[in-house]
């Protein structure tokens, strides 16, 4: 009872800055690459961009989390990297921070056209979006700044419960945990397993599935194939 309580706590508690989150104009069908948790880091950023372009990905999404908070000198080439490759993005809780400190004036050495385009940037960015019966979030996929703060997976499958349980998204993928993970929903019962690296998970119409892609920052992306209804970790 005191579970359900919190959980309905965190549902209803909003973010006055965030965009809600967002159905997609469009299906993403197709090739879709997934990239989470750069945390400032270039390199390993556009190392998976490329990684994910050689597989012939359609879209590229990144699950936020794209800066970090205490990096500060490179925030214009981060924003440069993502539009230039059309990269969507959903909002972590470090570029909330980010966000948070323009907004109260932390100067960061920015220009003030440098700033102004940044904050639009980090503005511009939902929380979650969704495509069909597929989620993209960083963390929980819910109106809330405590979504992206609070992990799914905390070595149990209790949290990804809860979310099984009160949507109906047939793939949730997401970040903020570092570790690769998968969380199975099949009659019921949740399961916590890690990622295979050489074989692809292949998904079925009678489970749902949350999948934390790993951080790019460590090396790791992902890729989906939604027409082979497939799942492929991605080791730099
Ligand atoms: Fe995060």
Request: glycine content about 6%.
């Amino acid at each position: 009872m005191m579970i359900e309580a919190y959980f309905s706590a965190i549902v209803f508690d909003p973010c006055p800055t965030c965009p809600p989150g967002l159905k997609h104009p469009l299906t993403l069908q197709g090739r879709i690459g997934v990239i989470a948790d750069s945390h400032g880091n270039i390199a390993s950023m556009t190392d998976c961009i490329q990684r994910l372009t050689d597989r012939r990905a359609d879209t590229i999404i990144h699950l936020g989390d794209i800066f970090d908070s205490e990096i500060h000198h490179n925030l214009m080439n981060i924003v440069d990297v993502i539009t230039d490759n059309n990269i969507l993005a959903v909002k972590g809780n470090n570029d909330y921070q980010i966000e948070k400190s323009l907004e109260n004036g932390h100067p960061m050495d920015l220009d003030p056209s440098d700033r102004q385009r940044i904050r639009q940037f980090l503005h511009s960015l939902a929380l979650y979006f969704t495509s069909g019966n597929v989620c993209f979030a960083h963390s929980r996929p819910f109106d809330s700044i405590r979504a992206f703060y609070e992990p799914i997976d905390t070595g149990s499958t209790e949290q990804a419960a809860r979310i099984f349980r009160h949507t109906d998204h047939h793939l949730l993928f997401c970040g903020h945990s570092h570790l690769p993970m998968l969380f199975r929903w099949r009659a019921g019962i949740v399961t916590r397993e890690p990622i295979p690296e050489q074989t692809p998970l292949v998904f079925q119409k009678n489970e749902k599935y949350i999948i934390i892609v790993g951080s790019a920052d460590k090396g790791e992306c992902g890729f989906i194939d939604r027409e082979k209804m497939v799942y492929e970790r991605i080791r730099l």
